[in-house]
């Protein structure tokens, strides 16, 4: 297998669409609803929908964050690249890290169900299964790991094949579940207001697990070296991904409020969407809702390989973990050590996992854990943005509030749920979540005793990022004369 160090990820292959595609379901949509409405039941009652609600209007500020930051640093590394040129290296590593253990414990809490799934399409008994069913998650894993070997180009033709039929049932679903008459409570706007929450700290987990829901949208970051028009592709997709799942969230979070009493969604569990298609249309409704879940979760499966093999190259490639990640395959322009690294580890948890108990006692923890790693390093990326722009946000009111307060504000309540959701979670969540992190300070210390380079950053100024790519200019009124873009963009 011929192989160089020379040779970067192929560009220009992805599209606005091709993105947008990968936005949406790095998110999941069906999967998130599957694995997590349950969990955020049992959290916070009826006020699933604030959760999302709450949780989506600072993770926009994120978003924002992210897409200003990839106009000026295009970089497979996204966040681990970002907050290492603009807040300190030692955080950048660790928000890189925080992604690349969040997605590999996110491999198992994906597949699992996967397993399950496909097993329950067959015989019932079957999907009850743990060892059974982290053998065919397994399976599900390791095409998925072939298909992002095989290349971006395979990679993105299997997704849209999946994603496009899973967002078909979905929407089907929508319009079915609004013409449906049977009710189990009547519909309440209180359920998008403050008064279900059992405080600041229940209303700070129901926060961190609505954050599970969204993780995956920053897919389009890691894969800016391979899109075209990058610098404001990836902001873009991000921006419209999110914008799509939130909707889909809150009318299926709802949709399960209205149909299903609070005992039939806690037994449930993972199984929450095959009840509410069964509710919805008896028969054939939560088979096709179960395809849909299926199919979200291998099309996750899938973005978060690219997520997690993206971040791990360009970490290889900076010396901050093993050269050999930033290998690049001559054929398939893939960073095939990284995959074949991600593999490894992933299936060693497989075997752990088999032996750990239910489905839905680890898909609780796993979500949880991840839950606070995303936390961590979305919240560091908000500040980043922050920072790097700094001598601009008082540009204009619109690059003051979306360049200043939005992502600021985004990056505070991310760490506020972190901080403050510590005392809820349980003893496993705490154990993955906080030891994962910290296991992350043993190769930093390692290679920044090495000499790596990354450690050493030439700092990410958006003045001079700006000014070296023909986007600044002297005066807001003279900007606006000649190009309104720059004061109106991220």
């Known amino acids: 297998m011929r192989t160089t160090t020379s040779r970067g990820l192929q560009p220009n292959v992805l599209g606005t669409f091709d993105t947008i595609v990968m936005a949406v379901a790095g998110s999941a949509p069906a999967y998130s609803l599957a694995a997590t409405t349950a969990v955020l039941f049992g959290a916070v009652g009826l006020a699933g929908p604030a959760a999302l609600l709450y949780c989506?209007?600072?993770?926009l500020g994120i978003v924002l964050a992210y897409a200003r930051l990839?106009?000026?640093?295009?970089?497979?590394?996204?966040?681990?690249?970002?907050?290492?040129?603009?807040?300190?290296?030692?955080l950048g590593f660790l928000s890189g890290w925080a992604l690349v253990f969040s997605a590999t414990v996110f491999m198992v809490a994906g597949s699992l169900p996967a397993g399950a799934l496909t097993l329950a399409l067959f015989d019932e008994g079957l999907a009850a299964s743990t060892p059974l069913a982290a053998?065919?998650?397994?399976?599900?894993?390791?095409?998925?790991?072939?298909?992002?070997?095989g290349g971006i180009r395979l990679t993105v033709r299997a997704q849209l094949l999946m994603s496009g039929v899973e967002m078909a049932i979905l929407l089907a679903f929508v319009l079915a579940a609004v013409a449906h008459r049977g009710r189990a409570v009547a519909f309440d706007w209180s359920w998008f207001g403050f008064g279900h929450f059992h405080g600041p700290e229940g209303f700070a987990a129901g926060a961190l697990i609505a954050a599970f829901y969204y993780w995956g949208w920053d897919v389009t970051s890691n894969l800016s070296e391979e899109t075209?028009?990058?610098?404001?592709?990836?902001g873009f997709a991000a921006l419209v991904g999110v914008g799509s799942v939130f909707l889909l969230f809150e009318v299926f979070t709802v949709a399960v409020n209205v149909l299903l009493p609070?005992?039939?969604i806690l037994d449930a569990g993972p199984n929450v969407l095959a009840v509410l298609g069964q509710e919805i249309w008896p028969g054939v409704g939560g088979?096709?809702?179960?395809?849909?879940?299926?199919?979200?979760t291998v099309a996750t499966l899938e973005t978060t390989l690219l997520q997690v093999t993206r971040s791990l190259f360009a970490m290889g490639r900076d010396r901050t973990l093993p050269a050999s990640l930033g290998l690049v395959?001559?054929?398939?322009?893939?960073?095939?050590?990284?995959v074949a690294a991600v593999g490894v580890a992933a299936l060693v948890l497989f075997g752990a996992a088999a032996a750990a108990g239910s489905v839905q006692r680890i898909l609780r923890d796993a979500v949880a854990a991840i839950g606070l790693q995303i936390a961590f390093y979305y919240g560091l990326a908000g500040i980043a943005a922050v920072v790097a722009y700094k001598t601009l946000l008082l540009r204009s009111l619109k690059n003051f509030l979306l360049g200043g307060v939005w992502p600021l504000f985004g990056s505070a309540f991310m760490l506020w749920a972190f901080v403050e959701s510590l005392g809820e979670l349980s003893t496993t969540a705490l154990a993955i979540g906080l030891g994962g992190l910290a296991l992350g300070l043993v190769p930093m210390t390692v290679y920044r005793l090495k000499g790596s380079g990354y450690y050493r950053p030439a700092r990410l100024d958006?003045?001079?990022?700006?000014?070296?790519?023909?986007?600044?200019a002297p005066t807001v009124p003279a900007a606006r004369a000649r190009d309104k873009s720059y004061a109106t963009d991220f």
């Open 56 to 59: 989506a209007i600072p993770m």
């Open 70 to 90: 990839g106009r000026i640093d295009v970089n497979a590394g996204a966040g681990y690249s970002w907050v290492g040129r603009t807040l300190h290296p030692f």
């Open 135 to 149: 053998a065919v998650g397994a399976c599900w894993f390791l095409l998925m790991l072939g298909v992002v070997l």
């Open 228 to 234: 075209r028009n990058s610098k404001r592709t990836a």
């Open 262 to 264: 609070a005992d039939r």
């Open 287 to 296: 088979k096709l809702l179960v395809v849909a879940v299926l199919l979200s």
């Open 329 to 338: 395959h001559r054929r398939w322009n893939t960073p095939w050590v990284a």
């Open 462 to 472: 958006a003045a001079r990022a700006l000014a070296a790519a023909g986007e600044s």
